[in-house]
Nanobody, 125 residues
C-alpha cells in the first residue's frame, strides 16, 4: 500500500527543536514536491512548508520563516522538517503530503494526493 509515514514528533519545551521525518513506502518520493501541513487543536489544517522534487526550491509559511528548515534526501526517500525555536503556538499534528507534480504550487489540499497519518508535536513547559 502506498503511504507516507511521519515520525519525530514529541513533547518539547519552548525554544527547543525537533526534526520530523516523512518516509515513503512503495513509491519514490523524488518525482514529487512534498509539503508539511499542521493542524493545531481546534483549528483547520494549514500549510507549513514545501520542497520541490529536486530540492532546489522551498517555500515557508510566514509563521515559520527563519525557524523551520525543510530538506530532502531522495536517496533515503525521505523529507525532513527541522523545527527550531519552537513556540507553544507550534503545537499541532504535523502531516506530510505528496503533491501531484514536482513543483510547490501552494497549499490547497486538493493539490496533494497522498497524506501521512500525522505526528503530534507539543510545545509546552
Amino acid at each position: 500500500q502506498l503511504q507516507l509515514v511521519e515520525s519525530g514528533g514529541g513533547l518539547v519545551q519552548p525554544g527547543g527543536s525537533l526534526r520530523l521525518s516523512c518516509a515513503a513506502s512503495l513509491f519514490t518520493l523524488e518525482d514529487y514536491a512534498i509539503a508539511w501541513f499542521r493542524q493545531p487543536p481546534g483549528k483547520e489544517r494549514e500549510g507549513v512548508s514545501c520542497i520541490s522534487s529536486s530540492g532546489d526550491n522551498t517555500d515557508y509559511a510566514d509563521f515559520v520563516k527563519g525557524r523551520f528548515i525543510i530538506s530532502r534526501d531522495n536517496a533515503m526517500n525521505t523529507v525532513y522538517l527541522q523545527m527550531n525555536s519552537l513556540e507553544p503556538e507550534d503545537t499541532a499534528v504535523y502531516y506530510c503530503a505528496s503533491a501531484r507534480g514536482d513543483l510547490c504550487l501552494g497549499y490547497a489540499m486538493s493539490g496533494y494526493d497522498l497524506w501521512g497519518w500525522g505526528t503530534q508535536v507539543t510545545v509546552s513547559s
